[in-house]
Structure formats: structure tokens, C-alpha cells
């Protein structure tokens, strides 16, 4: 089918023209004088985009699982115990690298489409009165279950266990989309790829240390450390520090991430995550209001900004929804994955993104979800989605008269 393909998979996100003009360009000594012109300011920015002053960015040539590997073995030692909660894949693929590594994952399962529960933090870090526990892990945004965790609260649960645990994030699908606060919230790793919320290809491993995460580094560094090689943030730090890279870095991925960061910062951090969230809204309506269907996630407070995971009625296979809208619609949806597969079908909303592309992705929806049998009213999600973004447009415009 002619005509432009639409991504809606909740990563990779679409890359926009300007980040695209940005990477087309030859390549160059990454070993020239020139070369940490372009280096030492995106350390710098990475830092805004993290909110912190104090932490240590890092930018390996990986992925988000990349970042989760060197968050973990810069950090602690073999056989430490670490406590993570469970409610989606990647929660479930972050405690498998982890314990493939040799540490010990003390698990916290909770139900999928609910998420980390404070509560639950708080009473496993009570409980372990000797403080062998020396990090939580936490998916900011499960993008299997479309479900955000509150990381404020997360601390908070922390503060109040007067437990010494770092704090290690993964905002692979929310940094850059959905608030998110290194110094203030306390984090002391957070961790994200390119592909997302950066609008950028994948390519990227993006992490952010705290100086307590960097000296616990220090610390472990003596004691039994995990093994790492290319993810060695020493051997980065020392070629960081004067803009170059201890091998050799993607440079159209680094001439991208500068323009894609120049971007997200002229429209504004907040107004970025005001955006997610009103975007967010529409497809939402279109699914509960339009379609009368359910979202994975359980109740308001797990709804996911950048990605919405959709459950079909019984009886039907999302993969079936994600198939024809592909075939047919030239539509890419993502796809439930282990334990919610075939039940649901996730439509991603984030990156570079507007309200028409977003009435486009329900309506390829809609029009799969009929096309197999599913009984939605024709219309009926992209109309729920317009009277949402008319009436919040109308909500904004008042608000700023
Ligand atoms: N964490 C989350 C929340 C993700 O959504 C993903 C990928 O979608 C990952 C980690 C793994 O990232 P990558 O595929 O870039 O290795």
C-alpha cells in the first residue's frame, strides 16, 4: 500500500527531519582536535535532561539493556543483594541481567498492569535490618504494561526505611517523555536508550551516575567487583574528560543526540512532558470512553504517558489486531509480550508526536480491531480522542487568557 508507514510501537519512535538532516553527514576523526566540540557539551545537556548537577552522564554505544549492565557492574560487587519489584517484562528482563551477573535479586512481584508499590519498598528494606540489600531497582515506565511507578514516592518509601540502598532507575521509556528528577527524587543511577523519548535510532546506551553511586563504584572496585570491560566507566571517565570516547562512538547517533536534545530543550523539558501526557489523554479516551475496552493498566494512577497497552475481549488475539494493521494499514502496534501475550496490543505515544498522528494510530487500530470481529463502534475511539484534544485545547487556551 502506498502512502507513509506509521510507528506506533512505543520505540523506536519517530525520528524527526531535523534529527535525520543532523546524522547525514560524512564521517570524521574521532580522534581529531575538533571532536570534543561536539562531545563535552552533550555530557553537559545529558546532565539537564537527567535534572541533575551533580551526577556523571555517560554515553555508551549499547542500548537500554546495555545501560542496565552498566549501571549494575560499576556499582556493585559479586553476590551483593539487590531488591527489584516485578510487574512487567522489562522488570522481569532488568532482574535476569541482574542475577546472570552473580547478584542476589530479592523479588517483589506484583500484579502486571500495577507497579512498583512504595509500601511493599519500604517494608523489604525495613525488614533487612543488617542492610545487605545495597540497591532498588525500579522501571520508571514498564512499556510492557503501559504502567508508570511514582520514583518520588519510591525514595520517599526509602527515606523513610532509613535504609542506605541506592536508588537505580530505568527511564528507557520515560526520560525525555515523562517528568523525571535525578537530584531531587535522589537517584543514583538512572538509565535510558536513544530510541524513544530522544528520537533517535537505537544505538545509544545513556546512563547517569550519582557521586554516591560513583563512590560505591570506588568501594566495590576493592571488594570482589562484578566483571565488565566495554561497560568499564573508568576507562570513560578518563577519555571523557577531555570529549573523546575509549572506542570508537557512533558520531552520526552523537551529531543526532545534540540536535534531538536542542530540541526537546527549545520546546521546554515541561511543556515536552505536558504534551506526552495531553496526547496521552486522547488515546485513552478513544479506548475507554470509545471503544469501551480496558488498558492493562489497573487504575488512573499506573496510566502511562508514552505508552498505552490495550486488552482485547476475550475470545480475540491482539496479535491478530497488530497483524492486519500492519498488513493492511501499513500501522506497526506493539505487541503483548510474555504474560500478556495475545492479550493486548499497545499503541506507543511518544517522541516526536502530534494529536493527528496519534487519531491516525486509533483509527488503524480501530479499523484492525473490526476488521477481525472485535465489536467496536466505527469512529467511535477517533471521536473520543477529538472531543478530548478540542475540549483540552479549549481547557489550555483558557488557561493562558
Ligand atoms: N527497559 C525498558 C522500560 C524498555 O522499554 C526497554 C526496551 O523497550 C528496555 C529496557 C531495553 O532496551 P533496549 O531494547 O534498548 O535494549
Not at 553537559?44 to 549501571?71: C, D, H, M, N, R
Not at 547478584?103 to 512498583?116: C, F, K, P, R, S
Not at 480491531?369 to 467511535?380: C, L, Q, W
Request: net charge negative; glycine share 10%; charged share 20%.
Amino acid at each position: 500500500m502506498p502512502g507513509r508507514h506509521f510507528l506506533h510501537v512505543p520505540g523506536p519512535t519517530n525520528v524527526p527531519d531535523r534529527v535525520l538532516a543532523a546524522m547525514h553527514r560524512p564521517m570524521e576523526d574521532h580522534r581529531s582536535p575538533d571532536f570534543p566540540s561536539l562531545a563535552l557539551p552533550l555530557f553537559e545537556q545529558l546532565k539537564k535532561l537527567f535534572k541533575t548537577t551533580t551526577g556523571q552522564a555517560f554515553i555508551f554505544p549499547a542500548t537500554g539493556t546495555g545501560s542496565w549492565e552498566a549501571v549494575l557492574t560499576n556499582t556493585l560487587s559479586a553476590g551483593d543483594r539487590v531488591l527489584a519489584s516485578r510487574f512487567g517484562q522489562f522488570s522481569h528482563l532488568w532482574i535476569d541481567l541482574a542475577r546472570r551477573h552473580g547478584l542476589e535479586v530479592q523479588v517483589i512481584e506484583e500484579a502486571w498492569g500495577t507497579g512498583v508499590s512504595p509500601e511493599h519498598i519500604h517494608d523489604a528494606l525495613v525488614s533487612d535490618r543488617e542492610h545487605a540489600i545495597r540497591a532498588v531497582l525500579v522501571v520508571q515506565n514498564e512499556t510492557a504494561t503501559g504502567v508508570s511507578s511514582d520514583v518520588a514516592a519510591i525514595r520517599r518509601a526509602i527515606d523513610a526505611a532509613k535504609h542506605p540502598a541506592l536508588l537505580f532507575v530505568d527511564g528507557v521509556s520515560s526520560i525525555g517523555s515523562i517528568d523525571f528528577r535525578m537530584d531531587e527524587w535522589g537517584v543514583d543511577g538512572a538509565i535510558t536508550g536513544s530510541q524513544k523519548g530522544l528520537m533517535l535510532p537505537a544505538g545509544l546506551g545513556i546512563s547517569c551516575f550519582s557521586q554516591k553511586a560513583l563512590e560505591a563504584g570506588q568501594g566495590a572496585r576493592r571488594n570482589n567487583p562484578l566483571r565488565r570491560v566495554f561497560f568499564d566507566i573508568e576507562d570513560m571517565q578518563k577519555a571523557n574528560k577531555d570529549g573523546y570516547f575509549p572506542y570508537t562512538p557512533s558520531l552520526p547517533l552523537l551529531y543526532g543526540l545534540r540536535e534531538a536534545l536542542a530540541m526537546l530543550f527549545e520546546e521546554g523539558l515541561e511543556n515536552v512532558f505536558a504534551r506526552h501526557h495531553y496526547l496521552a489523554g486522547g488515546v485513552r479516551a478513544a479506548v475507554l470512553e470509545g471503544w469501551k475496552l480496558k488498558l492493562c493498566a489497573q487504575a488512573p494512577e499506573w496510566y502511562s504517558d508514552t505508552v498505552s497497552a490495550i486488552m482485547v475481549p476475550e475470545g480475540f488475539n491482539g496479535a491478530d489486531v497488530i497483524s492486519r494493521a500492519y498488513k493492511r494499514y501499513n500501522l506497526a502496534l506493539g505487541a503483548g509480550l510474555s504474560q500478556v501475550a495475545g492479550k493486548l496490543f499497545r499503541i506507543g505515544h511518544l517522541g516526536d508526536l502530534n494529536e493527528l498522528m496519534c487519531l491516525a494510530a486509533i483509527t488503524g487500530s480501530e479499523m484492525a480491531m473490526r476488521d477481525i470481529g472485535i465489536k467496536v463502534e466505527p469512529g467511535s475511539g477517533a471521536a473520543a480522542a477529538e472531543e478530548f484534544y478540542r475540549g483540552a485545547t479549549a481547557e489550555a487556551a483558557k488557561q493562558a487568557a
